[in-house]
């Protein structure tokens, strides 16, 4: 596709259910990143994807969150047993590897919308 | 670890110059990036600074002093639609995720 793209684009879940975010990135991007940016916040890193790399998770802040990414393609950001906290924006973005400056220009979703009842 | 420190706000009006700093403290440094985020939008790239000096994209350029671990973005000519989150983010080096700062929030009035 022309963008980044995110699905759902809102999500509202009861406590202690199970989501499931989609991120489809730009055709041909390499790296893909998941952001959590709660409201009015900054960019808080989760995990990045670099072609057939292991993934940095480092960012992951439990190991109720978790994430895949099928070749170069789409990614599922998974959380678990959500609660209350996990309330936020999830934004997916992906860059293409090759000049350097190609590969640091990040091109965003518009996010997915989560809500914790 | 990684830190960035930028200024939660910044006021200014229309025509007027703005300067946004960001100080980061990295195991590593491979470049600064700066990304505009409106309200309820998605952030979107400004500029990415790897060496020293500044770069110029029309009224937006970004400065870097690896020396000092500093950057800056100066905005000029500054309009309404400037109003936005300006985050700075760092790669400590090649391979390793990018990780923002907590923005600036620019307030731009008449």
């Known amino acids: 596709g022309a963008g980044v793209s995110q699905s759902p684009s809102n999500k509202v879940t009861e406590k202690g259910k199970d989501v499931e975010l989609r991120c489809d990135p730009i055709?041909?991007?390499?790296?893909l990143y998941w952001y959590r940016q709660r409201l009015g916040q900054g960019l808080e890193f989760l995990i990045y994807f670099q072609g057939n790399s292991a993934p940095d998770k480092s960012g992951l802040p439990s190991d109720r969150f978790s994430a895949e990414r099928t070749g170069e393609s789409v990614s599922t950001l998974t959380i678990q047993r959500t609660q209350q906290e996990d309330s936020a924006v999830y934004l997916c973005?992906?860059?293409?590897?090759?000049?350097?400056?190609?590969?640091?220009?990040?091109?965003f979703g518009s996010g997915t919308q989560l809500s914790v009842l | 670890g990684q830190s960035l420190e930028q200024p939660s706000e910044v006021t200014a009006v229309e025509g007027a110059i703005v300067q946004i700093n960001c100080t980061y403290q990295?195991?590593?440094?491979?470049?600064l990036s700066w990304y505009q985020q409106h309200d309820g939008g998605a952030p979107t790239f400004l500029s990415y600074n790897a060496l020293d000096g500044l770069e110029e994209t029309g009224r937006f350029s970004s400065f870097l002093s690896r020396s000092d671990s500093y950057g800056y973005l100066l905005l000029q000519e500054l309009q309404m639609k400037d109003s936005a989150s300006y985050f700075c983010a760092v790669r400590r080096q090649a391979g390793t995720a990018l990780i923002f700062g907590k923005g600036t929030t620019l307030s731009v009035s008449s």
């Open positions: 055709s041909g991007h390499t790296a």
């Open positions: 973005a992906s860059s293409n590897q090759g000049a350097v400056t190609t590969n640091e220009k990040l091109f």
């Open positions: 990295t195991s590593g440094f491979y470049g």
